[in-house]
C-alpha cells in the first residue's frame, strides 16, 4: 500500500533562508509524486509534479523537488523564503495515472521577517 | 482560466439531517475526484468518477453517495449526519487521458459544520 510521511509538522523559516520540506513515500509501482500548497481556508493548489523523466522538477513560486528513487525521498526545496510562502505544505503520491492521491500529514511553513 | 467550482462554499448543518455538495469541474475535465479534510487533518480520498462510472472509492461511509451526471458535475449526498462529518470536503477534476501528464486540480472546498 502506498503512503507518505512528512517529517516535520511545523517548518520555521527566516526570509531569505532556504527551504526544506521533507517527504519520503512508499510504493510498490513507480509513483506519481506532487507537492500541492495550501493557504490558510483555501483549497489545494499544485506546486509541482513528478511522474517520468527528469528527476529535477522545477515548479511555481521558485520551488523544486528531486525524485530520489533510492531513498524513496521527494523533497521540496526553495533557495530563498519569502513571507508570502508561508502556508500548508502536502505531499501526495498516486500509483496510477489519474489515480487517487494519498496525502502526508502536510508540514506547516513559516517565515520569519 | 476557469477554475472547478463548488457549492455551497460553506454550510451548516444538524446532526441526522442530509446535506448536498455540488463539484462542477474544469471544463473539458472528464474526471472527479472528492476528498474530505478534517480539521487539522491531511485530505482523505472518498470517491472518484471518469466518464460518469464511479472508478475509485475510498474511505466513503455508506451514508454518503455521489454521481457523477451526464454533464461532468458530481454530487455528493450525504446522510445521517453526525458531528464528526464536520470538514472541509474539496473536488477536484483531472483531464481526458494526455500521456500521463494529468493532474488533479482542487477546487476552493465546502467547508460543512454539523451541529
Known amino acids: 500500500a502506498q503512503s507518505v510521511t512528512q517529517l516535520g509538522s511545523h517548518v520555521s523559516v527566516s526570509e531569505g533562508a532556504l527551504v526544506l520540506l521533507r517527504c519520503n513515500y512508499s510504493?510498490?509501482?513507480?509513483?506519481?509524486l506532487f507537492w500541492y500548497v495550501q493557504y490558510p481556508n483555501q483549497g489545494l493548489q499544485l506546486l509541482l509534479k513528478y511522474t517520468t523523466g527528469a528527476t529535477l522538477v522545477k515548479g511555481i513560486n521558485g520551488f523544486e523537488a528531486e525524485f530520489k528513487k533510492s531513498e524513496t525521498s521527494f523533497h521540496l526545496t526553495k533557495p530563498s523564503a519569502h513571507m508570502s510562502d508561508a502556508a500548508e505544505y502536502f505531499c501526495a503520491v498516486s500509483e496510477t495515472q489519474g489515480g487517487k492521491l494519498i496525502f502526508g500529514q502536510g508540514t506547516e511553513l513559516s517565515v520569519k521577517p | 482560466a476557469a477554475g472547478v467550482i463548488q457549492s455551497p462554499r460553506h454550510l451548516i448543518k444538524e446532526k441526522r439531517e442530509t446535506a448536498t455538495l455540488k463539484c462542477y469541474p474544469i471544463p473539458r475535465h472528464d474526471t472527479v475526484y472528492w476528498y474530505q479534510q478534517g480539521p487539522g487533518q491531511d485530505p482523505q480520498f472518498l470517491i472518484s468518477f471518469y466518464e460518469k462510472m464511479q472508478s475509485d472509492k475510498g474511505s466513503i461511509p455508506d451514508r454518503f453517495s455521489a454521481q457523477q451526471f451526464s454533464d461532468y458535475h458530481s454530487e455528493l449526498n450525504m446522510s445521517s449526519l453526525e458531528l464528526g462529518d464536520s470538514a472541509l470536503y474539496f473536488c477536484?477534476?483531472?483531464?481526458?487521458?494526455?500521456?500521463?501528464?494529468?493532474?488533479?486540480?482542487f477546487g476552493p472546498g465546502t467547508r460543512l459544520l454539523v451541529l
Open positions: 510504493s510498490s509501482v513507480p509513483p506519481y
Open positions: 477536484a477534476s483531472s483531464p481526458p487521458d494526455s500521456g500521463g501528464q494529468e493532474t488533479q486540480y
